[in-house]
């Protein structure tokens, strides 16, 4: 691979989080669908805030979680995504940037405001999230830096991207871009509805333009309609080069052709809020693939940053990831 | 005391606070008092923002903290402070009414913008707060909610109050109206550098307008320019009902008339950020005076309040005190 200014670039929609405390009967009150994502509009976002407790902002977005988790390491990220000129757009553009990610997309000036995720939090940290994306749906072609993606070891897209219409033309663009440079390109599915939502484009789509697969047991599995985690194991194996599998407290498995490497997950002394622990599984896996470590160690240091991450509420890391990794002796 | 709607109404400044984990050396470089409270201006805040690295919104404002505290609780409570119709203001808002919170002042539609408090947390787990006080400067005497200060147990009210001049008259307003009601007016002290700012004013106060006052160890000491704590609190004796000093982990020492209660800290984990320590002790304390409970047990609802609040960050309760209470068998 020849050098790159950037190790990492993710695109995705770029979100402000909301997360609040929950009890479970709120879910079933509000008939929500617990551990999923679900995309809602304005009305519908107005109506769960007021419902909601007490909450905490905090910079989000599945993408924009994973760079900052990769800065936090010291890799070198850059992010794609669309906020307004509004105070949430400012705190999302001020944290990715605080942390060291190059936030290469500018701020719209006028159109919806910039999305936020309300993300409710049950005793058994397990998030459940409704997000209203606001002006991050109008990422489109136009908004994919093409000298930013030719220049990164890794193009980084999230499956959320797919929901938007314009946003799967950006993707499709952003994918073509990087591997016509000779760099290589990775995706997260985000969400076994997600995956339900865009499942023959999601297959199309893995197997003519993504290297590296993020998925965790239940995506999955939606992926190849299975009810087999290793069956689902054995079919993605042909489709791309890398697939990083997350299974929560067991771990994670990576398939690498012949390959398949079991890592164990990191201890945690308390879980609290398990939102952002996919995320920062990718943030450390693509900060040791991009620093030459084994895929073993790759998987190691995924699952430490997942763990700092699910010990506090929110997506972003409140410590040191690089010194983290250092202490950890990985 | 005729029965009451409100165990406790608040006065003070509504602010939203944006914390962000911080090393030392940038208090250094940024001239910044370390523990302190600092006023600080629009360009100071911007230009401070740009400096701090990411951030957690949280709402926050000395009296509203332990508002929330008490309604977290299960008291009745009520709060006067004022933000704008912005986006900062709708999360202020919403998060104190979301608690269980009668929050009685409506949203300026002109003016400056909400407050917001930049607290810098340093890996001792101290605060270190620049504030800039916006639209709540404007609080005056035709905001003092006559009816709910009449229909309120307690009074509270916060030392940073006394820094924007419209506040300070509707300080003495309010506390005026609720001892000719045959109410309790409380005050706490708030900060060293803000009682040096009000010295006299605090003096003349305690003596003639306030029953209970809340003062840590530096405040006690800054208030009768002494070096010692002991000789302090024989001095307060005589100015108030009741004084509850706090100690940090030293626990708080509560002096009524002959009496001297040593109260210990309750037992904590991990101690991650102090902000609203002193504002969750207050909460603990006044719920529990207003439920009949002797001050040696107040001083241990306090201390079980904050050592909530210090186990993570921001100044908002993330677990009902209500069930703490509960369980510790207070």
Not at 204 to 222: M, Q, R
């Amino acid at each position: 691979m020849t050098s790159a200014t950037y190790d990492v670039i993710g695109v995705g929609n770029a979100i402000v989080d909301v997360l609040s405390p929950t009890e479970d009967d709120f879910l079933t009150r509000h008939g929500l669908d617990k551990g999923m994502m679900t995309l809602i509009d304005t009305d519908q976002a107005a109506a769960l805030y007021d419902a909601m407790g007490p909450g905490i902002e905090v910079s989000g977005g599945s993408a924009a979680n994973t760079l900052a988790g990769i800065a936090s390491f010291g890799g070198n990220g850059a992010y794609l995504g669309k906020v307004r000129n509004d105070t949430l757009g400012g705190v999302f553009s001020h944290d990715i940037r605080a942390i060291g990610v190059d936030y290469r997309t500018p701020p719209a000036t006028d159109g919806a405001t910039t999305a936020r995720c309300l993300i409710f939090v049950t005793p058994d940290a397990q998030r459940t999230m409704q997000t209203y994306l606001g002006i991050s749906v109008e990422l489109g072609p136009d908004d994919i830096d093409e000298g930013a993606i030719r220049d990164s070891q890794i193009t980084y897209l999230e499956g959320y991207l797919f929901d938007p219409p314009a946003a799967k033309k950006a993707f499709v663009k952003a994918a073509e871009i990087a591997h016509a440079a000779g760099r290589k390109v990775a995706l997260t599915l985000s969400d076994p509805f997600c995956v339900d939502r865009h499942r023959a484009e999601f297959m199309h789509l893995i197997s003519g333009h993504v290297d590296i697969v993020f998925a965790n047991e239940a995506e999955t599995k939606s992926l190849f309609e299975v009810d087999n985690f290793d069956t689902a194991l054995q079919q993605i194996r042909g489709h791309c080069e890398i697939a990083a599998l997350t299974r929560s407290e067991k771990g994670a498995v990576i398939v690498a052709g012949d390959d398949i490497h079991v890592v164990d997950a990191a201890p945690v002394d308390r879980v609290i809020d398990t939102t952002g622990a996919g995320d920062l599984f990718a943030a450390g896996f693509l900060y040791g693939l991009t620093n030459g470590r084994t895929l073993v160690d790759c998987g190691r240091i995924g699952g430490l940053a997942a763990a700092e991450i699910i010990g506090h509420y929110g997506a972003r890391p409140e410590m040191s990831l690089a010194k983290l990794l250092a202490d950890s002796g990985i």
